[in-house]
């Protein structure tokens, strides 16, 4: 696993091992940025990621420009990784890196968020509480196993890699 364009571009982040993370491919990862990058949503973004596991995708939104990311992850392991690859990347002074369930970290709304990018485990049932949190986020990237959809949200780009499905939504003005 690499991170795949900017400052970073190229640099190798470690992953744990085992199946208690789920990394993004770097394909899907790359078209996931690529996308974000045509939206001039990265640059100068004020980034949370949510079940971040290795970190990958808040490092690759940094790596692109992102001014500040937010890592939120309970996986002790994983959170050992992510500070691991945000040290080796020389990031720290962009990163604050949380250790908390994400259903307990968003019982209070997320605010100062520009973009979340949200890779729960496939099995996540925890949609409504996580949505509302991020109400007042211009733009969310949800990565599921299976085609996404939710009320009160507009989904900008939606887009299949194998068992991958990658969302791009916003929250409905009539909704807000």
């Not at 996986?75 to 992510?82: E, F, G, Y």
């Amino acid at each position: 696993m690499r991170v795949i364009a900017g400052t970073a571009r190229g640099r190798t982040l470690v992953a744990p091992s085992g199946h208690t993370v789920r990394p993004t491919a770097d394909r899907v990862r790359q078209a996931t940025f690529n996308a974000l990058d045509s939206r001039d949503a990265i640059v100068g973004a004020r980034v949370l990621d949510l079940f971040a596991g290795t970190g990958a995708m808040g490092i690759e939104a940094l790596s692109r420009g992102a001014l500040h990311c937010t890592f939120v992850e309970k996986d002790r392991i994983a959170l050992a990784v992510i500070r691991t690859n945000i040290e080796a990347l020389g990031l720290e002074s962009h990163a604050t890196v949380i250790g908390s369930d994400v259903s307990r970290f968003v019982r209070t709304p997320v605010r100062n968020i520009d973009l979340a990018l949200v890779d729960p485990p496939y099995t996540f049932d925890g949609w409504d509480e996580v949505l509302v949190a991020l109400r007042g986020v211009a733009l969310v990237v949800v990565e599921t196993g299976s085609m996404f959809a939710a009320k009160g949200w507009e989904i900008v780009r939606q887009q299949r890699y194998g068992g991958t499905v990658v969302t791009l939504t916003t929250p409905e003005e009539s909704a807000a």
